[in-house]
T-cell receptor
């Protein structure tokens, strides 16, 4: 089966700085990865995804990097804002498997 | 507006009682999921359904039951057999396209056993 883990449970970043949240997965067959943001008391919201045929994907202020060799992905948030404070989860799955396996989450705190 | 709706937002249950959490989606998604989240923890899969009238156990199905009689509805019953039911419950759906796709989440139901 798949297991997904985040490297740091908490991360504090000064407002305006860039942040990097890291995630490791165990199943080399995993080929689709998602980052979610969860604010307190709410359901997770999709941020960005990446498929295994890519090693980088960019969105608005966010970039996901995938390193299949070491089974590692990261979420970079540029020019952090107070609204970025939340818990961030990575999730992984593979083609034909309907189950998303989630990591334990990193709580990102933006310091004003 | 399309989306996934969970109700109620907060639910209190006495020990020994069954309780049913509602999840409805109007996204025309085939797959639906129930996750449990404990404080400071990730999401653990309880049950999932890929198609109407079919569902599979997830990683922590004991003490829970589900039904999928309609495409848009996937209610979760927390039975008295669930030893530690107090948690935040999240329902999600996805369209089941090839190669995997994101799951869309509801806003969650916080269940407290009193």
């Amino acid at each position: 089966g798949e297991s997904v883990g985040l490297h740091l449970p908490t991360l504090s970043v000064q407002e305006g700085d860039n942040s990097i949240i890291n995630c490791a997965y165990s199943n080399s067959a995993s080929d689709y990865f998602i980052w979610y943001k969860q604010e307190s008391g709410k359901g997770p919201q999709f941020i960005i995804d990446i498929r295994s045929n890519m090693d980088k994907r960019q969105g608005q202020r966010v970039t996901v990097l995938l390193n299949k060799t070491v089974k590692h992905l990261s979420l970079q948030i540029a020019a952090t804002q107070p609204g970025d404070s939340a818990v961030y989860f990575c999730a992984a799955t593979n083609f034909g498997n309907e189950k998303l396996t989630f990591g334990t989450g990193t709580r990102l705190t933006i310091i004003p | 507006d399309g989306g996934i709706t969970q109700s109620p937002k907060y639910l209190f249950r006495k020990e020994g009682q069954n309780v049913t959490l509602s999840c409805e989606q109007n996204l025309n998604h085939d797959a639906m999921y129930w996750y449990r989240q404990d404080p400071g923890q990730g999401l653990r899969l309880i049950y999932y359904s890929q198609i109407v009238n079919d569902f599979q156990k997830g990683d922590i199905a004991e003490g829970y039951s589900v039904s999928r009689e309609k495409k848009e509805s996937f209610p979760l019953t927390v039975t008295s057999a669930q030893k530690n039911p107090t948690a935040f419950y999240l329902c999600a759906s996805s369209p089941r396209t090839q190669g995997g796709t994101e799951a869309f989440f509801g806003q969650g139901t916080r269940l407290t056993v009193v």
